[in-house]
């Protein structure tokens, strides 16, 4: 796909950043909310991050306000194209077996990473 046809699919859009772990030990991290900007290099969201954590209830940590993220390409493991009426404002964690998931209203469940990890 073009750079373009990239950017044009991803702008403005709800999404889900899954970021790489460099060590075993790292806690996975992923960022949830609007894709204001793409190129070669960084996608920017608008949203809040969430860290899989054994030391939280329910198993993720989640931030308590939206913020900006700017975060490098080649940190990111994944992204998944959430729903339009994701609400930010409203995210849900549950689990599917032994997955930490974004409950969403309409869709299958978004994954964020495994019971225990982190």
Request: hydrophobic residues 35%; contains cysteine.
């Amino acid at each position: 796909m073009s750079q373009n046809g990239e950017r044009s699919m991803l702008k403005d859009r709800m999404v889900r950043i899954r970021l790489n772990k460099s060590y075993q030990e790292q806690r996975p991290l992923s960022y949830v909310g609007k894709c204001t900007g793409f190129n070669s290099y960084w996608v920017v969201v608008e949203g809040r991050s969430i860290m899989v954590t054994r030391s939280q209830a329910g198993g993720a940590q989640l931030d308590k306000k939206s913020s900006i993220h700017v975060i490098p390409r080649n940190n990111i493991e994944s992204i998944r194209v959430l729903p339009d009426d994701f609400d930010l404002n409203d995210i849900v964690i549950g689990t599917e077996g032994q997955q930490l998931v974004i409950v969403l209203k309409s869709g299958q469940p978004c994954f964020i990473g495994e019971i225990g990890e982190g």
